[in-house]
């Protein structure tokens, strides 16, 4: 199956929001509603920030936000903060035990 | 506290077999499901398969034919073993817990990554 699809990078000045979008398909982002999103910082294991498209793990900021509409799901990063400046990766169930992640996207925070 | 710790050989010969163990501290393995991710430099993450407290397990569909993990109870460790490794496998190999039973792409609790390289 194919990764999903995000843009390879995105940018904010300090305190606007910015969005992340992950495009899939009908097989994996569009049929489930297990959509994940991961921060990670350079020589750092990712860290989960949101599953089931919009759900927050404990400790994870309210300004990040999770959502979906057909086969495109979204991260939006509200109230940027240069602590935010960092890679993020979307993943997806894809069906018989298998899922599927994203390329990544690069978040300057200029 | 949770921890999760992968180690192994961090150079391997191409055509040769990577073997990497993850153990988990603070845990029973013997409970949720139990994965292994990799990045390759610079470059995306990819799930590799994961194995459960009962056994089971599901493999990448692109990487079924060469990998198996299993797991030993009475360590409190899950093994990765990958065959026939090529340059294209170089990479840092992540063990991950698995957020829920129900939730199969969401992990919570990362090891520290270990970096294998494939080369002559």
């Known amino acids: 199956q194919s990764a999903l699809t995000q843009p390879p990078s995105a940018s904010g000045s300090p305190g606007q929001s910015v969005t992340i979008s992950c495009t899939g398909t009908?097989?994996?982002?569009?049929?489930?509603?297990?959509v994940s999103w991961y921060q990670q910082f350079p020589g750092i294991a990712p860290k989960l920030i949101i599953y089931e498209v919009n759900k927050r793990p404990s400790g994870v900021p309210e300004r990040f936000s999770g959502s979906k509409s057909g086969n495109t799901a979204s991260l939006t990063v509200s109230g940027l903060q240069v602590e935010d400046e960092a890679d993020y990766f979307c993943?997806?169930?894809?069906?018989?035990?298998?899922?599927?992640f994203g390329g990544g996207t690069r978040l300057t925070v200029l | 506290q949770v921890q999760l710790q992968e180690s192994g050989p961090g150079l391997v010969k191409p055509s040769e077999t990577l073997s990497l163990t993850c153990t988990v501290s603070g845990d029973s393995i013997n409970s949720q499901y139990w994965n292994w991710i990799r990045q390759p430099p610079g470059k995306g993450l990819e799930w590799i398969g994961y194995i459960n407290y009962r056994g089971g397990s599901s493999y990448n569909p692109s990487l079924k034919s060469r990998v198996t993990i299993s797991v030993d109870m009475s360590k409190n460790q899950f093994s990765l073993s990958l065959n026939s490794v090529t340059t294209a496998d170089t990479a840092v190999y992540y063990c991950?817990?698995?957020?829920?039973?129900?939730?199969?792409?969401?992990?919570?609790?990362w090891g520290q990554g270990t970096t294998v390289t494939v080369s002559p």
């Open positions: 009908s097989s994996d982002v569009g049929n489930y509603k297990y």
């Open positions: 991950a817990r698995q957020l829920a039973v129900s939730s199969m792409n969401s992990f919570d609790l």
């Open positions: 993943n997806s169930y894809a069906g018989s035990n298998n899922l599927v």
